[in-house]
Nanobody, 114 residues
Framework: QVQFVESGGGLVQPGGSLRLSCAASGRFFGVYTMGWYRQAPGKQRELVATITSGGRRNYADYVKGRFTISRDNAKATVYLQMNLLKPEDTAVYYC????????WGQGTQVTVSS
């Protein structure tokens, strides 16, 4: 069982910034990957970015150069700094922990609109 506390979503104008955070706790330990995915209305859930325990990062092409993922292993917390936001970034953003199986947060809404 894994519990998540997500925060940082909201409404922002195009070109603005938001920072998401997700603190995970529960039955996982050792090496695991943390990440963020998103799902827009009528679309499938898609990768945003992941980061391994060793700090290796992977970004989807559509967020490269705008979003930065980081993590604090001591706190089991992952962050997503989102800059230069676009209306197409509007979605529910889900925190993920992967250690053999996937664990998902409840999601936080990000809306980019003028």
């Amino acid at each position: 069982q894994v519990q998540f506390v997500e925060s940082g979503g909201g409404l922002v104008q195009p070109g603005g910034s938001l920072r998401l955070s997700c603190a995970a706790s529960g039955r996982f330990f050792g090496v695991y990957t943390m990440g963020w995915y998103r799902q827009a209305p009528g679309k499938q859930r898609e990768l945003v970015a992941t980061i391994t325990s060793g700090g290796r990062r992977n970004y989807a092409d559509y967020v490269k150069g705008r979003f930065t993922i980081s993590r604090d292993n001591a706190k089991a917390t992952v962050y997503l700094q989102m800059n230069l936001l676009k209306p197409e970034d509007t979605a529910v953003y889900y925190c993920n922990v992967n250690q053999v199986v996937d664990y998902w947060g409840q999601g936080t809404q990000v809306t980019v609109s003028s």
